[in-house]
């Protein structure tokens, strides 16, 4: 489902390109001429084995890479024009990441894993506790807030880092092969959770290297050798 709207795409790439050690005899091309666009309510797959880039385009689309040439447009705004503190700002107000290991710290309780992220907003204690416990309610989770990693299975583990993702209500959900570290079972619940999250007006962009995890987006990508395909071109 795409929300038709005005606004700007959450995602916008026109011929990206990263090269590594460039002009040594090490250079590594990682990305070539990668164009994207990704709308609101969007949920896309970007697929492709070990090295074929899809590592490299997820840390640009996070911010988490600068590219070595093309332009790169996070929700209206050229990431080029901004500063080491404003990318930071960027991140944390327009990207929600999830990760294949869940990335939660382990001394924390899951409400104080979700509410980590308003730390850095200087939202007040209170507001903080009150939209994680929301939080936590929305991924089906609002008995556990007083648990801490270690006492909640995987599955769960992960809810909780969707949780923390969605606290700053970003426009972008960035999950880097979120389903890796769970059984099929557990995996196939948090694919739906992340269907009723783009139901909801949220982007999703999935990194995987599983054609039956990509299946349950609404539309695929191919990475082959540093350039991006539809999924029809790819197999092709």
């Not at 990760?99 to 104080?112: D, Y």
Request: glycine fraction near 8%; aromatic fraction near 4%.
């Amino acid at each position: 489902m795409t929300i038709t709207t005005s606004q700007p795409p959450v995602i916008l790439t026109r011929d990206l390109g990263k090269v590594y050690a460039a002009g040594t005899e090490a250079e590594v091309v990682a990305l070539k001429d990668v164009s994207l666009s990704i709308a609101r309510g969007d949920f896309v797959a970007i697929m492709g084995p070990s090295g074929s880039g899809k590592s490299t385009l997820m840390n640009m689309i996070g911010c988490l890479d600068t590219p070595t040439s093309g332009i790169y447009e996070c929700d209206g705004v050229d990431v080029s024009t901004l500063d080491a503190e404003q990318l930071a700002i960027l991140r944390c107000s327009k990207i929600g990441f999830v990760f294949q290991g869940f990335n939660l710290l382990p001394r924390m309780t899951a409400l104080e894993n979700v509410a980590m992220p308003l730390s850095y907003a200087r939202v007040p204690i209170h507001e903080r506790h009150a939209r994680a416990s929301q939080a936590l309610a929305e991924v089906g989770l609002a008995e556990r807030g007083s648990h801490r990693p270690a006492e909640l299975s995987g599955g769960q583990q992960q809810r909780v880092a969707i949780a923390r993702a969605l606290i700053n209500a970003p426009p972008l959900i960035l999950a880097d092969e979120p389903t890796g570290a769970l059984d099929s079972k557990t995996g196939e619940e948090i694919l739906a959770l992340f269907k009723r999250l783009r139901d909801e007006g949220h982007t999703v962009v999935l990194i995987t290297h599983d054609a039956h995890v990509a299946a349950h987006a609404d539309r695929t990508y191919v990475m082959q050798d540093g350039r991006l395909f539809s999924e029809a071109e790819g197999q092709a």
